[in-house]
């Protein structure tokens, strides 16, 4: 089975600190992905990467930035923490663009 | 760049009873059409997709769900619900690019006693 797991489930930062999100995979997929989720809005599509050390932004970008140093692993980073970016933020990961994508559990960030 | 409508934010249906999602995707070429489902506090599990061939598709649960080409639809159904499938439930759907797919915002299913 595919194994997508985040470093934390829930996470408490204050505003400004810089925030590191850990999203690991184990089936080799090319693909990666981070969305965050908010009520009413569904997922929407911060960056992804289609290979190590490649990103492309998605529809929301802004305040974020990702790093793939390895192809198992995708980290999310918010420079500078802000309330507005209290989310649930999502990884996944899909061995092609047009395949299903496989989600890890989540973590819900609160910024205080 | 795509969209995914989902019309209902909330359905509420009693226990065994037949249910129908909606979803509509905007018009493309060729489209992936995809069902999660999210349980609270747990990440999204595929329910079923659509990538090519038949267009009726069969996935986990008892669910299917019907490609209508025409109609730009991908509406998701279940004959007998239960009330362990009260949940959220995605439409999604990606274009062909490399950028992954775009989600509708959701219905969340209610099943009722």
């Known amino acids: 089975d595919v194994k997508v797991t985040q470093s934390s489930r829930y996470l408490v930062k204050r505003t400004g600190e810089k925030v590191f999100l850990e999203c690991v995979q184990d089936?080799?997929?090319?693909?990666m992905f981070w969305y965050r989720q908010d009520p009413g809005l569904g997922l929407r599509l911060i960056y992804f990467?289609?290979?190590?050390?490649?990103?492309e932004k998605g529809d929301i970008p802004e305040g974020y930035s990702v790093s793939r140093e390895k192809k198992e692993r995708f980290s999310l980073i918010l420079e500078s923490a802000s309330t507005n970016q209290t989310s649930m933020y999502l990884c996944?990961?899909?061995?092609?663009?047009?395949?299903?994508?496989?989600f890890g559990p989540g973590t819900r960030l609160t910024v205080t | 760049a795509q969209s995914v409508t989902q019309l209902d934010s909330q359905v509420p249906v009693f226990e065994e009873a037949p249910v129908e999602l909606r979803c509509n995707y905007s018009?493309?070429?060729?489209?992936?059409l995809f069902w999660y489902v999210q349980y609270p506090n747990q990440g999204l599990q595929l329910l079923l997709k659509?990538?090519?061939?038949?267009?009726l598709v069969k996935g986990i649960n008892g669910f299917e769900a019907e490609f209508n080409k025409s109609q730009t639809s991908f509406h998701l159904r279940k004959p007998s619900v239960h009330i362990s499938d009260t949940a959220e439930y995605f439409c999604?759907?990606?274009?062909?690019?490399?950028?992954?797919?775009?989600f509708g915002k959701g219905t969340h299913l209610i099943i009722q006693p």
């Open positions: 996944a990961s899909s061995l092609t663009p047009v395949d299903e994508q496989y």
């Open positions: 089936m080799d997929h090319e693909n």
């Open positions: 990467s289609y290979d190590v050390k490649m990103k």
């Open positions: 018009s493309s070429v060729s489209v992936y």
């Open positions: 659509y990538l090519s061939g038949s267009t």
């Open positions: 999604a759907v990606n274009g062909g690019g490399a950028d992954g797919l775009t």
